[in-house]
Structures are given as C-alpha cells and as structure tokens.
C-alpha cells in the first residue's frame, strides 16, 4: 500500500508527558510517534499535532485525497467541532477515534464525542499504548495484514 496512514491530534497533546501522568502517562508524543511507526511495520504513516482546528480540518482534506486511513485523538476538539466532524465524514476509508484516557469514565463534559458518529471504530483508556493498538487494527482495515486477534 503506498498511500499514507494518516496520524492526527488535536491540542495540547504537544505537551504530552509533561502533566497530568495519572491519566495520560509519561510518554511523549514523540515517543508516541515512534511506536506508531513501528507498529505499521514498513506502511506509510503521516503523523502529526497541531492546536489549530483549521490546521486538521485541512490534514484530514489531505488525507481524503491521499490517505488510506485516519486514525485521529481529536483531544477537546472531539466534544466542540462540528467541523472536524464534517470533514471526517467526506473521508470513505477507514477512521479510528482514538484517546488515551477512557473518555467515558470521566466528567459528563467528555462523553459527548462529535467524532464517535462518523468513525469506523474507537478505541479509548488503553493509555498511550492505544496507538500502536490502532495501528495493528488500522493496518487489518486496509487490508495489509490478516485480521486477528
Ligand atoms: O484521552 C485523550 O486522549 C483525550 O483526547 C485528551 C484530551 C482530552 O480533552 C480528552 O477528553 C481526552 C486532552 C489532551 C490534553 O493534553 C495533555 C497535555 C499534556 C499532558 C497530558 C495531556
């Protein structure tokens, strides 16, 4: 397969490791990045953050017309932007909402996700080790290694 998995994720997770490690850990994003690409065992991935909503809105454009899938930890944005979710939904291949807290077992405020609707799957409170988890399903989704357990 030589069109890119696209990685994406949302604010301040640029900061990752640095605060709050009883809920999200210790990893960085950049350590992150490395188990994403490790995971995909030779696949293309596009990995990337960014604060700015319009900035993934136009990564996800990109990945409509160069991705095989999206796998995406939209972070506060999952529970405010209609656009992201708009975006998402002109994207026909594969999408994994992804975060590494269980979104469900916390305040109200986080269980309301714009996402969920749209995507293929979700994968949520595996801690960073969600990542590459949604690189393994990513890459039986699209064909490139057998679906297993
Ligand atoms: O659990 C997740 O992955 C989240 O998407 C992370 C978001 C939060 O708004 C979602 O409810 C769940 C927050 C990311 C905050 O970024 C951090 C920065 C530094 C250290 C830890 C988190």
Not at 15 to 37: K, M, S
Not at 96 to 106: A, C, P, T, Y
Request: charged share 15%; net charge negative; aromatic share 8%.
């Amino acid at each position: 397969m030589s069109t890119p998995i696209y990685i994406l994720n949302g604010p301040n997770l640029n900061r990752l490791g640095t605060r709050e490690p009883e809920i999200y850990g210790r990893t960085t994003l950049a350590e992150v990045e490395a188990t994403c690409r490790e995971a995909a065992s030779g696949q293309l991935v596009v990995f990337r953050q960014s604060n700015r909503e319009y900035e993934i809105i136009e990564w996800v454009h990109e990945a409509i017309d160069e991705g095989c899938g999206i796998i995406i930890n939209p972070a506060a944005f999952t529970f405010t932007s209609m656009a992201i979710m708009d975006a998402l939904k002109m994207f026909s291949r594969p999408i994994i909402e992804l975060h590494i807290s269980n979104i469900h077992k916390r305040e109200a405020i986080y269980h309301r996700s714009y996402v969920s609707p749209v995507a293929t799957a979700v994968i949520a409170g595996l801690g960073t080790n969600g990542y590459p988890v949604a690189v393994r399903a990513m890459l039986g989704m699209i064909g490139t290694s057998p679906p297993g357990p």
